[in-house]
């Protein structure tokens, strides 16, 4: 998936407001929290955190599904 400027938006804000999103990906649902973005190998990666655990999770832009707010 190539995200939108509105899933951009989102995404960013996220990582201002330290707010969660939800993110799918081959089937499965992730809702983290975005700490970053960075890019690795000339991919985007999302840096985030489990709400729940703190795990830290690392998850590629272009192997996302869909991104989505959590309210």
């Known amino acids: 998936m190539q ?7 989102l995404l960013e804000r996220a990582i201002i407001d ?3 999103i939800m993110i799918m990906r081959r089937g499965t649902e992730y809702v983290v929290i975005p700490e970053r ?3 690795e190998s ?12 703190g795990h830290r999770l690392e998850l590629i832009i272009d192997e996302i599904d869909s ?3 959590v309210r």
Not at 42 to 53: K, L, M
């Open 37 to 39: 973005l960075r890019v």
């Open 67 to 69: 991104l989505e707010p």
């Open 3 to 9: 995200p939108t400027t509105a899933q951009y938006d």
């Open 18 to 20: 330290g707010t969660r």
């Open 42 to 53: 000339g991919r985007e990666v999302i840096i985030a955190r489990h709400p729940s655990t």
